[in-house]
Structures are given as structure tokens and as C-alpha cells.
């Protein structure tokens, strides 16, 4: 398959990622966790995402799935669904570095009638080599935006 030409500035996120990560947030006790990422190129102009965390222990905690799409190789696109009853659009710039990209993704929220209310997230991708950092942050059950995880992730 060839890669579509729409997603050069993101083919080096192409693969699966692993690593480690730590939680925290007003409401909960501070947390680490282990992450996997996977992005998959299906042949069109955006890419499949799965992520998965568990707990120290080996516990599944957390999954969300969705694409990303590149518009004019500087904007991205995350369009995500989650299990806790969140469908998420983060939307933000892609800027070229040296060694990949960072992006910067500012997210509207849509909330089922049975999930906790998020209001808004943030997510920054930085794509350096073999190196993927996480950063999200999040505006959720009266809390105002704030930093919840970060992950450090090399490619497997």
C-alpha cells in the first residue's frame, strides 16, 4: 500500500508505540500506567488509532479509538470515541521539527446521558525520532482545564 500523500508530515507515527505514563487530577489519587499505541495507514487519507493502558498490576484501565487526519500538512484532525461515553474532536497545528512534529489539539466533547461530563480536553503530540510524548489535559466534573497524563512511548 502506498501511503497517501496527504499524510507525509505524520508517516513517522506509523507503527505501534509502548511505554510508560503518569495520572493525576484533582478529583483522583496520581496514578502510572502502561500505554500502547498503534497507528495503521489503511490506504486513505487519515490514519486508524487504537491506545490501550493498563495498571502496574497488568489491569485494563483505559481504550479509545478513532483517525487522524492531516489537512494541508499542518493541521490535524482527532476524531475519537471512547468507552466511558465520550466521542471527542481535537483539532489543532501541526509544526515540523527537526526530528518529526508537535501538535497541538484543542477538543470539543460530545457526553452520553450516562457518562461523567467532560467538558473539553487538550493533547500535545510530540513525535521526535523513535519518541512519542503524550500530554493531555482535560476540563471535567467542575474542574477547570488541568493536566491529567503524560506518556513516554518508543517505537516497538
Known sequence: ?????????????????RGEGDGEYPTI???RYSEEIAFTDVGKPFLHYLQRTWSPAGAPMHTETG???????????FVLAQPTGQTELAEGALEATAEGFTCFL???????????????????????????????????????????????????
Not at 500500500?1 to 508505540?17: D, E
Not at 483517525?67 to 484532525?77: F, H, N
Not at 510530540?126 to 512511548?153: I, N
Open 1 to 17: 500500500m502506498t501511503l497517501h500523500p496527504g499524510l507525509a508530515s505524520v508517516a513517522g507515527l506509523i507503527g505501534t508505540w
Open 29 to 31: 489519587d496520581s496514578f
Open 67 to 77: 483517525y487522524l487526519r492531516v489537512i494541508d500538512g499542518s493541521t490535524a484532525e
Open 106 to 156: 484543542a477538543s470539543r466533547i460530545l457526553n452520553s446521558a450516562s457518562a461523567k461530563h467532560v467538558d473539553s480536553t487538550q493533547r500535545r503530540l510530540e513525535l521526535a525520532g523513535d519518541v512519542l510524548t503524550t500530554h493531555f489535559a482535560m476540563a471535567a466534573v467542575g474542574v477547570q482545564m488541568t493536566h491529567h497524563l503524560k506518556s513516554v512511548l518508543r517505537r516497538v
